[in-house]
């Protein structure tokens, strides 16, 4: 079974620092990746994905991030946050034949001015 | 743009009420799910369906059904609703497996007395 691992629960940092959001996941076959951001009081967001090909994806709002294969890590990066960015982040994984996702357990980021 | 509504955003019900949760989407999505959301525990998958009339049970089925009698519409059904179910709950659709991602609705955040 899959199983999705975000490592840190809680992320303060202050705005225009720069931040990364750890993500590991367990499986040695072909994986979809996602990032997805919930704003307070909303549904999730798609912020990215990786499909396969280039190893750094860029999402919307100014967030990357970088698959490793070999660390089965989708960590996500952004170089300067907003207070904007304050809300949950959800790393998920789709093995390549399943129709549903594996979520983590969520890291809250909140930026602080 | 795909659009996932849910027929409410607060409910609050009393220890063994029967409870409807719904959802429809409109892009013809032949996938949709079920999630409850708690806190430090992500989203957990309740039940998933693939096609009318077809269901499958996710991580945590205990205590839920569901319905999908036409291709556009999902719903949650708690028989006796227990003071354990009161949670934020998720649905989301999405095309069939692949690199396709899901879309979420806005919520429903359950309250049950």
């Known amino acids: 079974a899959q199983s999705v691992t975000q490592l840190d629960s809680q992320v303060p940092v202050f705005e225009e620092a720069p931040v990364e959001l750890r993500c590991n996941y367990s499986?040695?076959?072909?994986?979809?990746l996602f990032w997805y951001v919930q704003y307070p009081n909303q549904g999730l967001q798609l912020l990215l994905k990786?499909?396969?090909?280039?190893?750094l994806v860029k999402g919307i709002n100014g967030f990357e991030a970088e698959f490793n294969k070999s660390q089965t890590s989708f960590h996500l990066r952004k170089p300067s946050v907003h207070i904007s960015d304050t809300a949950e982040y959800f790393c998920?994984?789709?093995?390549?034949?399943?129709?549903?996702?594996?979520f983590g357990s969520g890291t809250q980021l909140t930026v602080l001015p | 743009d795909v659009k996932v509504t849910q027929s409410s955003r607060y409910l609050v019900k009393r220890t063994g009420e029967k409870v409807f949760l719904e959802c429809v989407q409109d892009?013809?999505?032949?996938?949709m799910f079920w999630y409850r959301q708690d806190p430090g525990l992500g989203l957990r998958l309740i039940y998933f369906?693939?096609?009318?009339?077809?269901?499958e049970k996710g991580d945590i089925p205990e205590g839920y059904s569901v319905s999908r009698e036409k291709k556009e519409r999902f719903s949650l059904i708690l028989e006796s609703a227990s003071t354990n179910q009161t949670s934020m709950y998720l649905c989301?659709?999405?095309?069939?497996?692949?690199?396709?991602?899901?879309?979420f609705g806005p919520g429903t955040r359950l309250t049950v007395l």
């Open positions: 990786y499909l396969s090909g280039s190893t």
């Open positions: 998920a994984v789709r093995r390549g034949s399943a129709r549903q996702l594996t």
């Open positions: 499986s040695s076959v072909s994986v979809y």
């Open positions: 369906s693939y096609d009318v009339k077809m269901k």
């Open positions: 989301a659709s999405s095309l069939p497996s692949g690199p396709n991602e899901q879309f």
């Open positions: 892009m013809d999505h032949e996938n």
